[in-house]
């Protein structure tokens, strides 16, 4: 494709769907063996080129939409990984709690795991491996390859705006 094209253009972005949907597909599969969620992920990305094409030159497209999946994919499983530790949680027995509070603990669930999606990821992985992995600030900051100081910035960072979202949820 030529720079005179852009990613903008219909049948240029149709043109790039129909190329690489299916190893898209295809790769999220390989990663996940799940048909579904592969399925969701590509169209995802795909769906992020559409919304940021006039900021994607049509040959780079290709490695656009395969780190925009690559990225959704890491956090569809860190997501993944706060509902396994909070399912894990020993609970009372919630046959004596009533519908009430099993509704509120819902919800609060929800709201607690939406708050923690809209995280910058950075400041979302440094959150995770901290809160939910139990890792040090000098074990994520060796494993992300980052300073202490860095990872410090980024928990302090998550830590104020999930305190502002909390503020707004009632």
Request: charged share 30%; with cysteine; aromatic share 10%.
């Amino acid at each position: 494709m030529s720079n005179s094209t852009s990613v903008c253009e219909e049948s240029t972005f149709t043109k790039i769907f129909k190329e690489y949907a299916k190893s898209l597909h295809n790769y999220l599969f390989y990663k996940t063996g799940n048909h579904d969620l592969s399925e969701d992920l590509a169209q995802e990305a795909f769906a992020k080129l559409w919304k940021n094409c006039a900021s994607v030159i049509p040959e780079s497209a290709k490695g656009y939409v395969f780190k925009t999946a690559n990225n959704l994919l890491i956090n569809n499983h860190n997501h993944q990984k706060v509902v396994l530790k909070f399912e894990s949680l020993p609970h009372t027995d919630r046959s004596n709690e009533s519908p009430e509070y099993l509704l509120e603990e819902k919800e609060f669930k929800a709201r607690l795991e939406n708050a923690i999606s809209v995280l910058p990821e950075k400041q979302r992985v440094v959150f995770l491996m901290s809160r939910i992995d139990k890792k040090t600030y000098k074990e994520i900051a060796g494993i992300l390859e980052i300073s202490k100081q860095a990872v410090e910035k980024r928990m302090y960072k998550a830590l104020d705006t999930l305190r502002q979202i909390s503020k707004n949820i009632k």
